[in-house]
């Protein structure tokens, strides 16, 4: 892990809080601040790109009922868990701060039969030479460290 990523990571973990309930939820949670390397006021607004995206979705989930049942059940689950809330115009209208919104597609998963379509968060959407992620620090990369044990797993070697 290189200077750079061990300080990402520190920010990351300082980010983080456990609670036991708040306004969002009874249950015992994590909140987490987002890791930003410039403040997210510099996002342009993106509703209009977005926007379209959502058409393109909707053009895709018309020449598929079951997608589109499916899709409608997950996003009726994101809602009721409380992960995501539905904009009202009177909500929009009175927001001052940045606005920037976060895409989602559709993923075929033709091997399920319970959700033939997943949701796709699509915070790497650019709009006007710059997206989300790139205002946020990376952090490590993990996955290599989980490749890794796999492929000891898998060749029978043993971990220290």
């Known amino acids: 892990m290189t200077l750079a990523e061990e300080r990402e990571l520190e920010v990351v973990k300082d980010g983080l809080a456990y609670v036991r309930s708040d306004d969002h939820s009874r249950e015992p949670h994590w909140h987490a601040k987002y890791p930003w390397l410039e403040v997210p006021a510099s996002l342009p607004n993106n509703r209009g790109a977005v926007e379209a995206t959502f058409l393109r979705t909707e053009k895709q989930l018309a020449k598929?009922?079951?997608?589109?049942?499916?899709?409608?059940?997950?996003?009726?689950?994101?809602?009721?868990r409380g992960a995501a809330i539905k904009l009202t115009k009177e909500?929009?209208?009175?927001?001052?701060?940045?606005?920037?919104?976060?895409?989602h597609l559709i993923a075929p998963n033709p091997h399920s039969t319970t959700t033939p379509v997943r949701l796709v968060w699509n915070s790497s959407q650019k709009c006007r030479g710059t997206s989300m992620n790139d205002l946020l620090m990376k952090g490590p990369d993990v996955l290599n460290q989980i490749r890794a044990v796999l492929l000891k797993f898998r060749g029978g070697t043993k971990l220290p």
């Open 91 to 103: 909500k929009i209208v009175n927001w001052k701060g940045p606005v920037w919104f976060v895409s």
């Open 64 to 80: 598929a009922p079951e997608w589109k049942s499916a899709y409608k059940a997950q996003v009726h689950d994101i809602i009721d």
